[in-house]
Structures are given as C-alpha cells and as structure tokens.
C-alpha cells in the first residue's frame, strides 16, 4: 500500500548519508538541544494554532463536540422536557388505584338499588293497572244501570 | 464471552488502547522510560563512540529529561481535567527527545542504519501524535 504511514515515512527519509551530510548532521548533533527544542516549539505552536481554529484536543474536553450539536440536543432535551410535563401532569389527574376502587364499589351500590327501585317500580304499575281496571268497571257498570 | 473475561479484555483494551494515540504514548513513554535509566546508571555512557549529538549535556541530565518526559506521558494517560493537555505537551516533547535520538544515529560514525531509521520512524510517529492530540485528543473525527 502506498499510502502506508511507514512506507511513506521510509520515502521521505534520506538514503545513506554523503560525507556532506554527514558534516551537516554533525553539525546538528553538536547542536541536538536546539534542534529538539525548535521540534518542541513548532509543535506547540501548532498545537495552539489547532487549539485557536477551533479544534479542542487540549484544554477543556467539553468542547470536543462542536457549539451546534450542543445547541440541537439540549433543543430536543427542551422539547422532551415539555412533553414529559403533559404527561406527568394528565398522569396526575388521573384516578388513583383507591379512587377506582371506591367507584367501583360505589356502582355495585347503585346497581343494588336499581334492582330494588325497579322491583317497587313493577308493583306500583301493577296496582296502578289494578286501580284502573277497577275505575273503567264500575264506570261501566254505573253507565249501564236504568235510570 | 464470560463476564470475567469480558472484564479483563475491556480493562487491557482500555490500559493499551484506550485511543488511536495511546499505542504511541506507550511506546514513547517505555522506550524514554528505558533510554532515562540507561542514562542515569551507566555515566561513562558518553565515552563510548555514537553518542555525538548527546554531549550536549551531560548523562545525568538527559536521564531526567528523558525520565521527566516519560512521567508527564504516563500522567497524561490517568483520567483527569488536564489529561488531554498533559498528553499533547508530552508527546512534544517526546517527539523532540526522538528527534534527538534519531539525530544521534545519523550522524554517529558507527552506522547503525536500521535504527536510524526505526528511531526517525518514531519520532515522525510521536510529532503526528502530538498534532493528533492537540487537534482532537486522541478521538475519531
């Protein structure tokens, strides 16, 4: 693969040194604190420039998800939020599980009487009927005695 | 896969490779780590052929940068608030403290051209690690 880290990195390395190499890298080596200091500098110069254009590998980890993700999940949170209010509060309203019994009790209650007031019903439509077959008698009788 | 054993693969993941950086960090801070107690034990170290770009200083002193830069990369690994920037800080000096062990093999007379390489190898690594940490702490894009 050519596009391997390593292969590119053995590409991009010089072959055997020349003699004129060589005097440069002695020349180096004499100076190797500087050199390494240099390396550090321009890495930590990158690494602030990273940090300025809005990368955030150091410092606060908070800001390794960017400003609009924020913004679109606490804007789903807010709306999660209000719908839980509607359900908390219709959930409140609702008949607790003692307020249902109590009900329930109460219609078998109310379902006793009805028998009874629909028994005491059927008999005073009995007797209404008897006292009405009474009244349209004698009203006949009395139409048919002789005057 | 049993629980006990889900739980020592999860923790050796998390100790070696907790991140895409961390591999790197380990070899850098084992490998300094090892360079600082060479450093610090043998002090007629410099004496010795192919060691032209460490007399700059003496022994003693590159043991502790090297022993220093390896302590900042192993408390840049424990969890905390300035972990990410222990890490980057640490892995720039590493990547200065390779360039200096590559830059010693260059140029030393006695060759050595496979470590040459393998140490200019690292210290690239180490300076593309540091830019990986400093732009996104170690995570995916």
């Known amino acids: 693969m050519t596009d391997s880290p390593l292969l590119l990195a053995a590409a991009l390395m010089p072959a055997t040194p020349t003699p004129q190499d060589l005097s440069l890298l002695a020349w180096l080596a004499q100076q190797s604190v500087p050199f390494a200091l240099a390396i550090v500098g321009v890495l930590l110069i990158l690494g602030l420039i990273l940090k300025a254009s809005g990368f955030s590998g150091i410092g606060k980890t908070s800001k390794l998800v960017d400003d609009d993700k924020i913004a679109a999940i606490a804007e789903n949170l807010g709306a999660i939020e209000k719908r839980l209010g509607t359900v908390e509060h219709d959930v409140s309203q609702r008949a607790t599980r003692d307020e249902m019994h109590r009900l329930e009790l109460s219609f078998t209650r109310m379902e006793g009487r009805f028998e009874s007031l629909s028994a005491t019903t059927q008999a005073t439509a009995n007797a209404v009927s008897r006292i009405e077959e009474y009244m349209y008698s004698a009203a006949l009788r009395i139409k048919e005695q002789p005057r | 896969m049993p629980p006990v054993r889900a739980r020592i693969a999860a923790a050796i993941a998390q100790l070696l490779f907790a991140d895409h950086a961390r591999p790197v960090e380990w070899l850098s801070a084992l490998s300094l780590a090892w360079c600082a107690q060479l450093f610090l034990t043998t002090h007629q170290l410099f004496t010795r052929a192919g060691y032209s770009a460490f007399l700059y200083l003496p022994?003693?002193?590159?043991?502790?940068?090297?022993?220093?830069?390896?302590?900042?990369?192993?408390?840049?690994?424990?969890?905390?608030?300035?972990?990410?920037?222990?890490?980057?800080?640490?892995?720039?000096?590493?990547?200065?403290?390779?360039?200096?062990?590559?830059?010693?093999?260059?140029?030393?007379?006695?060759?050595?051209?496979?470590?040459?390489?393998?140490?200019?190898?690292?210290?690239?690594?180490?300076?593309?690690?540091a830019l990986y940490l400093g732009a996104l702490g170690g995570r995916r894009p």
């Open chain 2, 59 to 129: 022994p003693r002193v590159w043991g502790l940068v090297f022993g220093v830069v390896a302590l900042v990369h192993l408390a840049g690994m424990w969890p905390g608030r300035a972990a990410g920037t222990l890490r980057f800080v640490g892995m720039a000096f590493a990547a200065g403290a390779w360039s200096v062990i590559a830059l010693n093999f260059w140029s030393s007379d006695s060759g050595a051209p496979f470590v040459s390489r393998l140490t200019t190898v690292v210290a690239m690594a180490a300076a593309a690690t």
